[in-house]
């Protein structure tokens, strides 16, 4: 279980009726990228993606993506 207020609750019950719930993804990290010799230092990098995902009530397990997000990705 996780704590959620009442009106996050009651947003996800209309999503799930529709079949449809809105996420946000945000990754930050530290990246190091090596090319021949060189070593690079260790940069941080942030991305960003809305992304769409079907829902049903009652099933159990993956949920498949809705379309090609398109994410912000900072380097």
Do not use: H, Q
């Amino acid at each position: 279980m996780v704590p959620a207020s009442g009106e996050a609750v009651n947003g996800l019950m209309i999503d799930e009726t529709y079949g449809v719930v809105a996420l946000k993804v945000v990754l930050l990290g530290k990246l190091r990228w090596k090319a021949g010799a060189i070593r690079t230092l260790k940069s941080g990098f942030y991305v960003r993606c809305d992304v769409w995902v079907g829902l049903k009530k009652g099933v159990v397990g993956p949920v498949p993506l809705l379309g090609g997000p398109p994410c912000k990705v900072d380097i």
